[in-house]
């Protein structure tokens, strides 16, 4: 059973997650909170899996929420998925690099947020159809102009490879396909790389690999 948090501050928004999240034999509500403190508060008292919580919220929003999970140990297993009404939230980048494992926006299909849900849970990481591009876009936006690639030292070069691949947006299946590969190769060369760098999924890949400068701005 996977067990979803929800952080909204309206509680029909939160009423209609929860109705259509319960309605799944796999997926269980087990804590709502209308504020991001109240939502860290729950969270230490009851153990979730994934969050889906909103931007913005009185009382600490999502993206401070989001860094308080992240940063805390005694919840190392949660995963959150930021929930927005625009898919250009001038805050979305900024809960990306705070932790979160990805983002919807909040018209996204009924059976999307499901696959959400369980995409995140099993430790994937989850960004809305269409926004992608946009959302490295503006990662790219905030580069400093003399990247530091030092924190790539520690991977092989077949690594630097596959993370540069990631940080382009491809699946594994599309690595897979690029390198000549298995995807069952790919998506251990993923992990490992993952486990190399201690990041928490593979939005924070798309993060490094902008970052060190091993995918350019531009690079379409």
Known sequence: MIRVALADDQALVRAGFRALLDAEPDLEVVVEASTGSELVARLRETPADVVLADIRMPDGDGIEATRRI??????????????????????????????????????????????????????????????????????ADGLREAPDRAALDVLTDREREVLRL?????????????????????????????SKLHARDRVHLVVVAYETGLVAPGWR
């Not at 898919?87 to 947020?113: H, I, N």
């Not at 159809?129 to 876009?137: K, S």
Request: aromatic share 4%.
């Open 70 to 139: 992240v940063a805390d140990p005694a919840l190392s297993g949660v995963r959150v998925v930021i929930v927005t009404t625009f898919g250009l939230d001038e805050y979305v980048v900024a809960a990306v690099r705070a932790g979160a494992s990805g983002f919807l926006v909040k018209d996204t299909e009924p059976a999307e947020l499901i696959r959400a849900v369980r995409a995140v849970a099993s430790g994937d990481a989850l960004l809305s159809p269409g926004v992608t591009r946009r959302l490295l876009e503006r990662l």
């Open 166 to 194: 990631v940080g382009q947006g491809l699946t594994n299946d599309e690595i897979a396909a690029s390198l000549v590969l298995s995807p069952l190769t790919a998506k251990t060369h993923v992990s490992r790389i993952m």
